[in-house]
């Protein structure tokens, strides 16, 4: 026996204060002395008591008369399976969502998640439509709405575990979506997952409609012991012209076991090094191997633990090239001192990430120069590299529109000005701004850069304190420059003269700086903040970024243009035509994706290494009635019925059906009549005694 | 008119009710035996004799034993007064009083224990007056107080009366057996009680009193709530003896109560008269000095039958 509104139990609480309050004043009120209770004692005793009890029936009476009202009120039910005739009162809409992220494949969690959808399919009724949803990152629907339990089934039985996270919100939008279209009387969404805390975060505009009955099946244990490899990191080297990589791994104990493991690294397929190491209990622990020569592009790499009951994170995949050089030209005047170029040249000598490959030359070499053919000269054939005008004649004609194509197709321009070099805007309209006349603060005193626009990639280095201070620089001279409209100002002197502009022009952009970047005009080359500021500001130009060694499932890449097949993990293949437009793949396996040439034939592929997220290799579970209170609106305390839910009702409707109130209220007030008759027939012969009193 | 009443000079005076006295004190209370005491006219006195206890002189009047004239009085003031000896008038009168709790119940003003000791005063004063050796026993389940009888006692007595109190329970039959010792002389008995106890086991308590060759009287004091029982409410009902409580409707028992105590009191007038014991019942509703003239001028009438 359940109640619906059990508040209204307290009423009988209240039910007891009369009582006692009646027991009480009783007991205290009426006691008379009197000298002997001799002859009260020879009555028979008796007569006294039953007259006593006589009444407590009358109080007893009416007590469970009250009491039956305020029952009645609190609207009791007796909960029970619903009846194989109730079941068939209303067809239901029922929504399978089928966890498939990779953790599902940790034991025997995927089998009994079949089972247990298998077992919520076997509930539908002849009228009844289910829907089986896989969900991952995304969900997909396998099958909608159907009254065909057999397809549900075949739907069931081509699932696999993907290498996806799980992510719960697509999934519920989607159920949200079935139901809402559905006609049916019942809707019920059934989640069978594992119910990992990092899948679920609360977002509000997620809620199921009014009346869903929502299911959560937990799959899963306690103990989840699981050993996985989170993370890679490198270190490369210079070692006799070829590179030496360090590769560290680290690998996280998600048990409450310390774990020895022993991590292997493979290159191209082959086992190299194996290092032991233990993990404490829910905690990492990183794993160094010796270093490795990286003698050619797109080099294989695995870090690889002993598989355990997650597979899936046991071993991370990265792809690793080569460091490729970005190359910069700077051309400097005829007339400029030989160092006029030292600092920038000596602080672009250094540095792996990236490195830079200069080459300097006279602004004479300018017009006859082409940049595609000393790119191709250079080691990078993939960077677009930057040209630095060092205090030249912009040019103009031909030549300015190389420059400008150049830019376009995704080169850096910077301009230095200087006392020498000629800055005409109408010759050369990819400016960033108008150069005037230069400044001189000699004479009142150095300026120095006033406003910096640390949001800037180039400045963003230098954003948090204590990280590069560009005040402390004085600058003695610069040019009056006059911004163009589409230009952005990075920088600017203490007396609002811009010092830095940007100017993007079609893929690239131009930078302009109003100061030399040697020691002739200012003295930032002599400050600790010029080597990352040329470092950032050039790599800026030519666009470096990073080489990624892998990237994670979900992700997508852009297949370069022209004729290409695209290799999965699995085997299978993609052809791109060059003239196809739509060139975006979502990388959908854990392994190496191959991007090779129409032919297919050529020795070192592009290899695109993807991994597991291992946000999911943390099994730690969430509750699953949290999840059902946030989407619903209500919690279940009850599991075991929440589990069973799916073939019963809710306590509203069990209520409803059964009414009990009714009979509960009609009992207690037929006890309220019946005790109304008793108490007046009781009351009558203690009438008539009142009246023989005075007459004895 | 009566020194009692003018000064006031004991504190158990105020039991001597003048408005009882002015209507029974033409009456006398004789004992029905014959008693021991040297009483002229009034007791039948089983020896003719002299005591030696003086009890005061009195002027002499003619036909006076000239032997008894007090020749040293005569020396000193020249008048002829008879010395007298207390033996000469008496009986012994001895009141008995049973101060248990149980008397201490009062319906309306008057509790049972005051109306007895009204009655005891005035009974006291009477025998006093007739100079009558008086005494006193007050007990509840043994003897509280004890004036020996004496013809100077009568303040005693009144004394004894002020500070008789209502305390412990009682019971009849071991207090009077202990008190049947003391009377060896015979006299006046009066018992005053309320008499909770069985017919059987009264007159057991009683008896050893009688044999003694004493002329007892009983007088049964009960307040009209114990004769009546008008109570209306249910309630639980507290012996004031035990301290028992018992839930009582009285109502539903009030006839079967009354009934019972109307047994009991028929019983006893049965009892008492078989055993030569004077019964009378007091109900402390009704005034005293009508109470008392009755039952004085009942034995009167039937002293004289006899």
Not at chain 1, 212 to 241: C, H, K, W, Y
Not at chain 2, 12 to 27: E, Q
Request: proline content about 6%; glycine content about 6%; aromatic content about 8%.
């Amino acid at each position: 026996m359940s109640f619906l509104s059990p508040l209204w139990l307290l009423g009988l609480a209240a039910l007891a204060i009369p009582i006692l309050i009646h027991l009480v004043q009783r007991e205290r009120r009426n006691i008379v002395a009197f000298p002997s209770l001799m002859f009260v004692r020879k009555i028979p005793y008796k007569s006294v008591r039953r007259r006593r009890i006589h009444h407590w029936w009358l109080l007893l009476l009416r007590a469970v008369a009250i009491a039956l009202i305020i029952m009645a009120f609190a609207r009791p039910f007796v909960r029970r399976p619903v009846l194989a005739l109730e079941r068939g009162s209303g067809a239901r809409e029922v929504v399978i969502l089928l966890d498939r992220s990779y953790s599902m494949g940790f034991a025997d969690r995927w089998e009994r998640a079949r089972a247990a959808a298998r077992e919520a399919i076997g509930t539908l009724g002849t009228q009844d439509r289910g829907s089986l949803v896989l969900f991952g990152r995304g969900a997909d629907l396998i099958v909608r709405s159907t009254s065909d339990v057999g397809s549900l089934r075949a739907g069931l039985e081509t699932a696999r575990v993907s290498p996806d996270v799980t992510r719960f919100p697509p999934a519920i939008k989607l159920a949200q979506t079935i139901l809402k279209e559905s006609q049916l009387p019942r809707r019920e969404v059934v989640i069978i997952s594992d119910f990992q805390r990092a899948g679920w975060e609360r977002t509000d505009d997620l809620r199921l409609p009014e009346g869903v009955v929502l299911t959560p099946m937990r799959i899963g244990d306690g103990a989840a012991a699981n050993v996985a490899v989170t993370g890679v990191s490198f270190q490369r080297a210079p070692f006799e012209g070829r590179e030496r990589v360090t590769v560290t791994a680290a690998v996280a104990n998600q048990g409450d076991e310390d774990r020895a493991v022993e991590a292997a690294l493979e290159i191209d397929g082959r086992d190299v090094q194996k290092q032991r190491v233990t993990v404490g209990a829910r905690a990492s622990a990183a794993v160094t191997f010796a270093p490795f020569t990286l003698d050619k592009a797109h080099t294989r790499g695995t870090v690889r633990l002993p598989p355990d009951s997650l597979s899936r994170d046991d071993a991370l995949h990265f792809a690793l090239s080569p460091a490729e050089p970005v190359p910069v030209w700077i051309f400097s005047s005829e007339g400029a001192a030989r160092d006029a170029n030292l600092y920038l040249t000596r602080a672009l000598a250094i540095g792996t990430t990236p490195a830079f490959d200069v080459r300097v030359a006279s602004a004479a070499t300018l017009p006859a120069f082409d940049v595609e053919a000393a790119r191709a000269r250079s080691a990078a054939s993939h960077q677009s590299g930057a040209m630095i005008l060092s205090d030249v004649a912009v040019p103009r004609g031909a030549v300015s529109e190389r420059l400008k194509r150049f830019v376009e197709n995704g080169g850096g321009l910077l301009v230095l000005t200087g006392g020498q070099g000629r800055f005409e805007l109408e010759a050369s309209p990819w400016l960033p701004a108008r150069v005037g006349a230069p400044i001189d603060r000699v004479s009142t005193g150095a300026g120095t850069l006033g406003i910096v626009d640390y949001s800037h990639p180039v400045f963003e280095l230098f954003k948090a304190p204590r990280s590069g201070d560009f005040s402390g620089t004085r600058f003695f001279r610069y040019r009056a420059l006059t911004v163009t409209p589409d230009a952005q100002v990075l920088s600017r002197f203490d007396d609002g003269m811009p010092a830095l502009i940007e100017r993007k022009t079609g893929a690239g952009r131009v930078v302009l700086w109003g100061s030399t970047l040697d020691n002739d005009w200012n003295d930032l080359p002599l400050k600790p903040v010029f080597l990352p500021f040329v470092h950032r500001l050039v790599a800026h130009l030519a666009g470096y970024q990073p080489p990624a060694s892998s990237m994670v499932v979900g992700q997508v890449i852009e297949v370069p243009s022209g004729d290409r097949r695209l290799v999965t993990p699995s085997g299978g293949q993609t052809a791109f035509a060059a003239s196809e437009r739509s060139r975006v793949v979502e990388l959908s396996e854990q392994g190496f994706y191959e991007i090779r040439d129409r032919s297919g034939r050529e020795a070192t592929p592009q290899v695109v290494a993807v991994n597991v997220d291992v946000s999911e290799s943390d099994l730690t579970p969430l509750d699953p009635e949290e999840m059902v209170a946030a989407i619903t609106g209500s919690a279940r305390s009850d599991r075991a019925t929440s589990q069973r839910a799916a073939e019963r009702l809710t306590p509203q409707e069990q209520e409803r059906r059964q009414a009990l109130w009714r009979y509960l209220l009609m009992a207690g007030l037929a006890l309220l009549a019946a005790e109304t008759m008793v108490s007046n027939r009781l009351s009558r012969p203690v009438a008539t005694g009142r009246v023989e009193v005075p007459s004895a | 008119m009566d020194p009692i009443e003018r000064h006031n000079p004991v504190p158990g005076a105020r039991f001597v009710d003048p408005r009882v006295l002015a209507k029974v004190g033409s009456l006398e209370l004789l004992a029905r035996t014959v008693v021991d005491g040297f009483i002229n006219g009034l007791h039948k006195a089983p020896y003719l004799g002299v005591s030696l206890d003086f009890a005061e002189h009195r002027g002499y009047t003619p036909g006076d034993d000239i032997r008894l004239i007090d020749w040293k009085v005569y020396g000193r003031t020249d008048r002829y007064y008879i010395k007298q000896f207390e033996a000469d008038t008496n009986a012994n009168f001895s009141v008995l009083l049973d101060v248990s709790r149980s008397m201490d119940f009062a319906s309306h003003g008057l509790s049972k224990l005051d109306y007895s000791k009204f009655l005891a005063a005035c009974l006291t004063y009477l025998a006093h007056r007739q100079r009558d050796r008086v005494g006193l026993v007050t007990f509840d389940r043994e003897v509280v107080d004890r004036i020996p009888v004496s013809a100077k006692h009568f303040e005693v007595v009144l004394h004894a009366l002020d500070r008789a109190k209502a305390g412990r329970p009682g019971h009849l039959l071991t207090a009077l057996r202990a008190l049947a010792e003391h009377f060896g002389r015979r006299g006046i008995l009066v018992l005053i009680s309320d008499l909770y106890e069985e017919p059987e086991a009264i007159l057991d308590a009683v008896k050893p009193l009688r044999f003694r060759g004493n002329d007892l009287i009983v007088f049964h004091v009960l307040d009209p709530a114990e004769l009546e029982f008008p109570f209306e409410e249910p309630s639980a009902f507290e012996d004031l003896e035990s301290g028992d409580r018992v839930p009582v409707v009285p109502r539903a028992l009030r006839a079967e109560y009354r009934q019972l105590v109307q047994q009991h009191i028929a019983t006893l007038t049965a009892k008492f008269s078989e055993h030569r014991v004077d019964y009378a019942l007091f109900d402390t509703g009704k005034p005293l000095d009508h109470a008392l003239f009755s039952y004085l001028g009942t034995r009167q009438r039937l002293s004289r039958v006899r």
